[in-house]
């Protein structure tokens, strides 16, 4: 695969802790999703396992209680 092929997504830096991700911090949680409504890989977060663990917990807690939809109809 040429570089020019490869995606053009900018990475998000990996200063999040782990006490500050919470699935009422709505905000910390949309940097995480994609346009599409998808959970950021860890190859794209530059996150810990733990700290992707925990992302993904309090995305999916989030959607449950619909502060985040599950899919992105804008698209």
Do not use: C, H, W
């Amino acid at each position: 695969m040429k570089k020019s092929e490869r995606s053009s997504r900018k990475r998000l830096s990996a200063t999040v802790t782990s006490d500050l991700i919470d699935y009422k911090n709505i905000d910390l949680l949309r940097r995480f999703i994609s346009e599409r409504g998808k959970i950021l890989s860890r190859r794209m977060t530059k996150l810990t396992s733990k700290q992707q663990r925990s992302v993904t917990v309090s995305i999916k807690r989030a959607r449950i209680l619909a502060l985040l939809p599950f899919i992105n109809r804008d698209s």
